[in-house]
């Protein structure tokens, strides 16, 4: 039998029908021959050494035909920037923790080790018992004035104004995150944030914006950097690159 006989050369043309339009089906011929050709090469190896009583059935392939690589591919920012505020904020062990608008996984893994409250615009579609979700805007957060301990908001604040999630426009939406976020951190409190760095503020409409640090250690005060991480391209830093990139940022309020 050979790898792509006329049975398997139908089963993909049903299944490029039913999960692709014609013109990503012939992109996808064009750039995965090779992949499909493994692909068939390992089902029939299979089939060769299933048991009598078992069968590898055409009616039941589902085909992962681009996970043979040679490394595992991960996204740097939400990589990185979770696993910094997770350690952070897991050595210092605030009696509670609010999220505004992160990853989930990232907060439903925290949620396990610590008290967590997760606020955003939209309920999370799936419940877990660990964690406690808050309906509210980054606009106007459901706490009042310098009582939360503990906080993250990672890649959120340069989203807001933009209309990207349905939220009003407002070039300012940016700045006017951050003041709400700040407003309701306690004395002595820990602020969590990562935020887009670019060599000036810009405005990359409607995905997000970025800034220069330097306006946003304007921004910051009176809050002191506790540590500050950069992200840019696969390399996770400690010192700035030009251009952009990701920078991650402990800010504690002073203690009254």
């Known amino acids: ?13 049903s299944y490029w029908r039913r999960e692709l339009s014609p ?15 493994r692909f068939w090469s390992s089902f029939q190896a299979y089939s060769k050494i299933m048991p009598r009583d ?9 085909p992962c035909i ?11 920012t939400y990589f990185y920037q979770d696993a910094w505020a997770f350690e952070h904020i897991v050595n210092v062990r605030p009696p509670y923790h609010v999220d505004v608008g ?5 907060v439903a893994l925290l949620s396990k080790v610590l008290p967590v409250t997760m606020v955003d615009i939209r309920p999370l579609s799936l419940p877990l018992d660990s964690l406690t ?23 959120v604040v340069e989203h807001i104004g933009l209309g990207r999630y349905g939220d009003p426009l407002d070039p300012k939406g940016t700045e006017k995150a951050l003041a709400e ?16 760095l670019d060599d000036e503020n810009r405005t990359y409409f409607n995905a997000h914006r970025a800034f220069s640090e330097t306006y946003l250690m304007e921004i910051f005060k009176p809050f002191d950097v506790m540590d500050r991480r950069y992200i840019f391209g696969n390399e996770f830093c400690s010192e700035q690159h030009s251009g952009f990139g990701t920078g991650c940022y402990w800010l504690r309020k002073p203690a009254v």
């Open 1 to 13: 039998m050979t790898i792509l006989n006329i049975r398997n050369l139908r089963w993909m043309a």
């Open 23 to 37: 013109r990503k089906a012939l992109r996808s011929i064009r750039k995965s021959l090779h992949a499909w050709l």
């Open 54 to 62: 078992d069968s590898a059935s055409l009616d039941y392939l589902y």
């Open 66 to 76: 681009y996970d043979v690589t040679a490394t595992t591919e991960i996204e740097p």
């Open 102 to 106: 992160s990853h989930h996984k990232y």
């Open 133 to 155: 979700f808050r309906q509210g805007s980054i606009l106007a957060l459901p706490y009042e004035d310098g009582t939360v301990p503990s906080i993250s908001s990672l890649c």
């Open 181 to 196: 976020l700040k407003r309701i951190v306690a004395p002595g409190g820990d602020l969590y944030l990562s935020i887009p």
